[in-house]
């Protein structure tokens, strides 16, 4: 079982920055597709960003030229950097990390990212 914990949310105001991390509590070979996804109030949840075991990342339009994802293979953690943040961008942010082996996703318990001025 892995366990994924996001760290980095908070209250920020519009145009500002946050970065969130997910931490992994342990390294999966099987693990291939690392992503963040949000979830508005009264809203669906929404895929923000992925990337893979490989490097190759993926962005919803909402969010490209502004967020960027990376990971950190020795320290089991990947990032979202949130530039130029805006209201609309306010919502839980959840990791969700894919295992190919098993077909089965863990998710972290979330973090809330609140943009107001």
């Known amino acids: 079982q892995v366990q994924l914990v996001e760290s980095g949310g908070g209250l920020v105001q519009p145009g500002g920055s946050l970065r969130l991390s997910c931490a992994a509590s342990?390294?999966?070979?099987?693990?291939?597709?690392m992503g963040w996804y949000r979830q508005a109030p009264g809203k669906e949840r929404e895929l923000v960003a992925t990337?893979?075991?490989?490097?190759?990342?993926n962005y919803a339009d909402s969010v490209k030229g502004r967020f960027t994802v990376s990971r950190d293979n020795a320290k089991n953690t990947w990032y979202l950097q949130m530039n130029s943040l805006k209201l609309e961008d306010t919502a839980v942010y959840y990791c969700?990390?894919?295992?190919?082996?098993?077909?089965?996703?863990?998710w972290g318990q979330g973090t809330q990212v609140t943009v107001s001025s």
């Open positions: 969700k990390a894919h295992d190919l082996l098993y077909n089965y996703d863990y």
């Open positions: 342990a390294s999966r070979f099987s693990i291939n597709v």
């Open positions: 990337i893979t075991s490989v490097g190759s990342t």
